[in-house]
C-alpha cells in the first residue's frame, strides 16, 4: 500500500510540475483565442454577418492545439458556419468517461477602458479581453490539462473528452451542447469551467442553478384622443367603448404579476437556495400606437419578463401557472376578459441538479479542496448553488451529473472590462487532472 501511495504522490508532482512548465503557453493559448471574433450572431443587437463563421474560427485554432496535445478531433456543425469542437483523448476502456464542456462564443463588445476588445492586456496578473474570464481562459485550462497527462504518459481507464460548443449565450445548445451529445460523443459525467472564482472565494463548484424563462405580455387597448381620458374613465363618461389606455390595463397585469412574485417567496423553495431566491422580474415596458405620440391612448403595452424556478420544476409547469394567474386576474377586468392578454414563451433554461452527495460531487469536490485552499481559499463541505445557467442543464437532462467549477470571476462576465487571473489557469488544470484521475481512473 504505502509503495501505491507513493506513485500516486509521484504521479500528481509529474503532472504539476508538467502544468506550471506549460502555463506560458496555455496564456498564448489564451491571447490567441480571445484575438479571434467568435461573438454569438444571435446576441441582441449584433449584426450576425459581422462575426459570421467567428465561433468556427476559434475553435479550429483551438483544435490545433489540442491536436498538437495529443488528443483526436472531429467536429459538429449543427449549422453552417457554426462547427462544435470535440477533443477526445482515449483511456483503456476500462474507466468512466470524463467530458469538460466549454462554450467557444462571447457576447457582444462593449465600449471600455481598452480600445480593441480582441487585443488582450495583461496588468499584473489579470488579463483582460472579450471573453477571457467567460469562458475562454477554461479553453486554456483544459488544454493544460490535457497536455500535463499526454507529457507524462498518464492512460487514463476511462476517455477524456472537451466538447467546445458554440451558441451557449443565446441558449441555442440544439446547435451547441446538444448537438453535440446527439452526435453520439456521451460521457459519464462533465465538468464545466464556466467562472466561478472571485476575490477570497475560488473555484466555487456548483451542483445546482435555478431554471429560467424569458416571456413577454401584450395588453391590448382602444386608441383615442388623450383629451377623452376624462370620459373614458370618470362616472357619466362612455367608459371603454370611448377608449381604453392599454398603459393602465397593462398596470392592472402588472400588479397581478408582482403578487404572483410575492407569493412565490413562500411557495418557491430549495432546500439549496435562500428563501426568496426565485423572482419574475419585469425587464422591459413599451407602449404606443404604432409610434411614440402622447396625444394618445396607447392601444397596446408589452411588457417583457426574466424568472428563475427552482429545480424539481419543469418549464411547462411554470408556463401554465403564469398563464392561469394572470388569465384569473384579466377574468375580473370586463375589458380584460373580451381581449385576452397575449403571452410570447420566447427562451427557457431548465434548472440544473445534480445530486450533491453522488460519486462524482466527492470526487470533483476533493479535487476542489486541494486546488483551492493551496490558494488561500476555504475548503467547501458540500457543492453550492451556481450563481447563472451554464450547458449543465443540457447534459443533466441526459442523465448525465453536471458540475459547474472554473477559474473566471462571475462579477466581470458579459462586462465592458473582462478579465481573469492568469494564476487560475494552471489551478484549474490541476482540478481538471485530479477529477479525470479519480473519476476516469488510471
Same mark, same amino acid.
Given at each position: 500500500?504505502?509503495?501505491?501511495?507513493?506513485?500516486?504522490?509521484?504521479?500528481?508532482?509529474?503532472?504539476?510540475?508538467?502544468?506550471?512548465?506549460?502555463?506560458? $503557453?496555455?496564456?498564448?493559448?489564451?491571447?490567441?483565442?480571445?484575438?479571434?471574433?467568435?461573438?454569438?450572431?444571435?446576441?441582441?443587437?449584433?449584426?450576425?454577418?459581422?462575426?459570421?463563421?467567428? $465561433?468556427?474560427?476559434?475553435?479550429?485554432?483551438?483544435?490545433?492545439?489540442?491536436?498538437?496535445?495529443?488528443?483526436?478531433?472531429?467536429?459538429?456543425?449543427?449549422?453552417?458556419?457554426?462547427?462544435?469542437?470535440?477533443?477526445?483523448?482515449?483511456?483503456?476502456?476500462?474507466?468512466?468517461?470524463?467530458?469538460?464542456?466549454?462554450?467557444?462564443?462571447?457576447?457582444?463588445?462593449?465600449?471600455?477602458?481598452? $480600445?480593441?476588445?480582441?487585443?488582450?492586456?495583461?496588468?499584473?496578473?489579470?488579463?483582460?479581453?472579450?471573453?477571457?474570464?467567460?469562458?475562454?481562459?477554461?479553453?486554456?485550462?483544459?488544454?493544460?490539462?490535457?497536455?500535463?497527462?499526454?507529457?507524462?504518459?498518464? /492512460?487514463?481507464?476511462?476517455?477524456?473528452?472537451?466538447?467546445?460548443? /458554440?451558441?451557449?449565450?443565446?441558449?441555442?445548445?440544439?446547435?451547441?451542447?446538444?448537438?453535440?451529445?446527439?452526435?453520439?460523443?456521451?460521457?459519464?459525467?462533465?465538468?464545466?469551467?464556466?467562472?466561478?472564482?472571485?476575490?477570497?472565494?475560488?473555484?466555487?463548484?456548483?451542483?445546482?442553478?435555478?431554471?429560467?424563462?424569458?416571456?413577454?405580455?401584450?395588453?391590448?387597448?382602444?386608441?383615442?384622443?388623450?383629451?377623452?381620458?376624462?370620459?373614458?374613465?370618470?362616472?357619466?363618461?362612455?367608459?371603454?367603448?370611448?377608449?381604453?389606455?392599454?398603459?393602465?390595463?397593462?398596470?392592472?397585469?402588472?400588479?397581478?404579476?408582482?403578487?404572483?412574485?410575492?407569493?412565490?417567496?413562500?411557495?418557491?423553495?430549495?432546500?439549496?437556495?435562500?428563501?426568496?431566491?426565485?423572482?419574475?422580474?419585469?425587464?422591459?415596458?413599451?407602449?404606443?400606437?404604432?409610434?411614440?405620440?402622447?396625444?394618445?391612448?396607447?392601444?397596446?403595452?408589452?411588457?417583457?419578463?426574466?424568472?428563475?424556478?427552482?429545480?424539481?420544476?419543469?418549464?411547462?409547469?411554470?408556463?401554465?401557472?403564469?398563464?392561469?394567474?394572470?388569465?384569473?386576474?384579466?377574468?375580473?377586468?370586463?375589458?380584460?376578459?373580451?381581449?385576452? /392578454?397575449?403571452?410570447?414563451?420566447?427562451?427557457?433554461?431548465?434548472?440544473?441538479?445534480?445530486?450533491?452527495?453522488?460519486?462524482?460531487?466527492?470526487?470533483?469536490?476533493?479535487?476542489?479542496?486541494?486546488?483551492?485552499?493551496?490558494?488561500?481559499?476555504?475548503?467547501? $463541505?458540500?457543492?453550492?448553488?451556481?450563481?447563472?445557467?451554464?450547458?449543465?442543464?443540457?447534459?443533466?437532462?441526459?442523465?448525465?451529473?453536471?458540475?459547474?467549477?472554473?477559474?473566471?470571476?462571475?462579477?466581470?462576465?458579459?462586462?465592458?472590462?473582462?478579465?481573469?487571473?492568469?494564476?487560475?489557469?494552471?489551478?484549474?488544470?490541476?482540478?481538471?487532472?485530479?477529477?479525470?484521475?479519480?473519476?476516469?481512473?488510471?
Amino acid at each position: 500500500m504505502g509503495s501505491t501511495n507513493e506513485n500516486a504522490t509521484a504521479r500528481l508532482e509529474a503532472l504539476d510540475a508538467a502544468i506550471l512548465e506549460h502555463a506560458q $503557453e496555455a496564456e498564448r493559448l489564451l491571447i490567441d483565442l480571445v484575438a479571434v471574433p467568435s461573438v454569438n450572431p444571435l446576441q441582441p443587437g449584433v449584426d450576425a454577418e459581422t462575426y459570421a463563421g467567428g $465561433e468556427s474560427r476559434a475553435n479550429e485554432l483551438f483544435g490545433e492545439w489540442l491536436r498538437g496535445a495529443g488528443m483526436e478531433t472531429q467536429t459538429v456543425e449543427a449549422e453552417t458556419g457554426r462547427a462544435n469542437l470535440v477533443g477526445i483523448r482515449r483511456g483503456s476502456g476500462a474507466g468512466r468517461s470524463l467530458g469538460i464542456n466549454a462554450h467557444i462564443d462571447t457576447v457582444a463588445p462593449q465600449s471600455g477602458r481598452f $480600445e480593441n476588445p480582441w487585443k488582450a492586456e495583461r496588468i499584473g496578473n489579470l488579463l483582460y479581453g472579450l471573453g477571457a474570464t467567460d469562458m475562454k481562459a477554461a479553453h486554456a485550462a483544459a488544454w493544460l490539462a490535457v497536455k500535463a497527462l499526454n507529457d507524462v504518459g498518464v /492512460v487514463l481507464d476511462g476517455d477524456l473528452h472537451i466538447h467546445s460548443v /458554440v451558441g451557449e449565450e443565446t441558449m441555442s445548445h440544439g446547435l451547441g451542447t446538444t448537438a453535440v451529445l446527439d452526435a453520439g460523443f456521451d460521457v459519464d459525467a462533465v465538468l464545466i469551467p464556466e467562472p466561478t472564482s472571485s476575490g477570497a472565494d475560488l473555484f466555487r463548484l456548483a451542483n445546482t442553478a435555478a431554471g429560467n424563462y424569458l416571456f413577454s405580455l401584450t395588453v391590448r387597448g382602444k386608441s383615442t384622443h388623450w383629451a377623452s381620458r376624462n370620459l373614458a374613465i370618470r362616472a357619466g363618461g362612455g367608459g371603454d367603448a370611448v377608449g381604453v389606455n392599454a398603459i393602465d390595463k397593462g398596470f392592472y397585469i402588472y400588479s397581478a404579476m408582482r403578487q404572483l412574485e410575492e407569493q412565490w417567496a413562500f411557495t418557491k423553495k430549495h432546500p439549496q437556495f435562500p428563501a426568496g431566491a426565485f423572482i419574475i422580474h419585469p425587464g422591459v415596458l413599451h407602449a404606443d400606437i404604432g409610434f411614440a405620440a402622447a396625444p394618445y391612448f396607447p392601444d397596446r403595452a408589452r411588457f417583457d419578463y426574466l424568472l428563475s424556478f427552482p429545480p424539481g420544476e419543469t418549464s411547462e409547469q411554470i408556463r401554465e401557472e403564469i398563464e392561469a394567474h394572470i388569465n384569473a386576474a384579466a377574468a375580473l377586468d370586463p375589458w380584460l376578459a373580451a381581449h385576452p /392578454v397575449e403571452f410570447e414563451w420566447i427562451d427557457t433554461w431548465p434548472p440544473a441538479y445534480t445530486d450533491p452527495s453522488s460519486d462524482f460531487a466527492r470526487i470533483a469536490l476533493d479535487a476542489r479542496n486541494t486546488v483551492a485552499t493551496a490558494l488561500g481559499a476555504p475548503s467547501l $463541505e458540500a457543492p453550492q448553488t451556481n450563481g447563472a445557467q451554464s450547458d449543465a442543464s443540457f447534459y443533466e437532462a441526459r442523465g448525465i451529473p453536471a458540475l459547474v467549477c472554473g477559474p473566471g470571476n462571475l462579477l466581470v462576465a458579459h462586462s465592458a472590462d473582462e478579465f481573469v487571473d492568469v494564476n487560475l489557469i494552471p489551478a484549474a488544470a490541476s482540478m481538471i487532472v485530479r477529477t479525470a484521475l479519480g473519476w476516469c481512473g488510471g
